[in-house]
């Protein structure tokens, strides 16, 4: 299995603060790479996928980057609803992985 | 619109099989380039996926699940099915059905998600 890492686990953030969070492969996954956002009781929510391309009716305020075994999902201005669990997702085996998660909550 | 709705037992015994039920509403589960998943979520911990299935029956399961779980298409009543066998309590979770698309393997349609807990 291709393992994914994520840092920190958890953060405090303001709104308004720039967020970013980090997800590591343990093997070169080119850019197939997937972020979610999860509520609690909710469903996972697409972010971005293929590490940088922002699905459809996400605010630009979200980005992401990175290829190979090292990404980052950036929130550029935190706003309320932002607060929730980030997971990073690979597509580059058919063995998806999903990392454990990142939680921002607010300071 | 795209909607996709969880189906089955919210309660099964440890040693039974689990079995559940995805409804593709508002499109065809054999849409070409449409994928299926099935991913769960134990209470208060991460995303684990399950397995997939790809169009023409292709599946693919975690490894450590694989012993004991089965995933299908029902193109009749545009249904994707999941039957985990020999369950436990440590496969109480939220399970999720779920469309992934494209090269890019990107989930982007999901369930609401239901709650399964293995007890006696």
């Known amino acids: 299995d291709i393992q994914m890492t994520q840092s920190p686990s958890s953060l405090s953030a303001s709104v308004g603060d720039r967020v970013t969070i980090t997800c590591r492969a343990s093997?070169?996954?080119?850019?197939?790479l997937n972020w979610y956002q999860q509520k609690p009781g909710k469903a996972p929510k697409l972010l971005i996928y293929?590490?940088?391309s922002l699905q459809s009716g996400v605010p630009s305020r979200f980005s992401g980057s990175g290829s190979g075994t090292d990404f980052t999902l950036s929130i550029s201005s935190l706003r309320p609803e932002d607060f929730a669990t980030y997971y990073c997702q690979q597509s580059y085996s058919t063995l998806f992985t999903f990392g454990p998660g990142t939680k921002v909550d607010i300071k | 619109q795209l909607q996709l709705q969880e189906s089955g037992p919210g309660l099964v015994k440890p040693s039974e099989t689990l079995s559940l039920t995805c409804t593709v509403y508002?499109?065809?589960?054999?849409?070409?380039?449409?994928?299926w998943g099935w991913i769960r979520q134990p209470p208060g911990k991460g995303l684990e996926w399950i397995g997939s299935i790809y169009f023409g029956g292709d599946t693919y399961y975690k490894p450590s699940l694989k012993s004991r779980v089965t995933i299908s298409v029902d193109t009749s009543k545009n249904q994707l099915s999941l039957k985990l066998s020999s369950v436990t309590a440590a496969d109480s979770a939220v399970y999720y059905c779920?469309?992934?698309?494209?090269?890019?393997?990107?989930?982007?349609?999901w369930g609401q998600g239901t709650l399964v807990t293995v007890s006696p």
């Open positions: 293929a590490a940088s």
């Open positions: 779920a469309r992934f698309i494209g090269y890019t393997s990107h989930f982007d349609y």
């Open positions: 508002g499109g065809s589960i054999s849409s070409v380039g449409s994928y």
């Open positions: 093997q070169s996954i080119s850019s197939y």
